[in-house]
């Protein structure tokens, strides 16, 4: 099934059933139902690829998120944004605006 694969093309099963037929691989089912067994292979690939973006997904928030983590403490010890900046690798404008609200909490507090 894999040499057939073609993330693009619903169909790119359709090759890899029609071996299976001619090598006596459940034929008559196959014969019959070629487009649902391709369309199932077809769901199962995609699912696997959503499986692998979502887990991807939360590896860069994880990553954003202590990103974002490092820089409040960074800040909360006085240390400049330029410093910040290179060191998290957050845009100067997200470190401003974390700053900003940290200085907002502060004030609330008081």
């Keep these: 099934m894999r040499a057939h694969y073609d993330p ?4 790119t099963f359709t090759p890899a059933i029609q071996i299976a037929i001619k090598e ?13 067994v391709s369309n199932m292979l077809w769901g ?8 692998a973006a ?11 998120h202590t990103k974002i983590e490092t820089a ?3 800040l909360s010890e ?3 944004i330029d ?3 290179r060191t998290t690798g957050l ?9 900003k609200e940290i200085e907002d909490c502060k004030i609330l507090v008081q």
């Excluded at 979502?54 to 954003?64: K, L, S, T, V, Y």
């Excluded at 845009?91 to 700053?99: F, M, N, R």
């Design 24 to 36: 006596n691989v459940m034929p008559n089912y196959l014969n019959r139902k070629t487009t649902e």
């Design 72 to 74: 409040k403490a960074l």
């Design 8 to 11: 693009k093309n619903p169909e």
């Design 83 to 85: 410093i910040i900046t």
């Design 78 to 80: 006085d240390i400049s």
């Design 54 to 64: 979502q887990r991807q997904e939360a590896f860069d928030e994880g990553i954003q």
């Design 91 to 99: 845009s100067t404008e997200a470190v401003e605006q974390l700053a």
């Design 44 to 51: 199962e690939y995609n699912y696997d690829e959503d499986i």
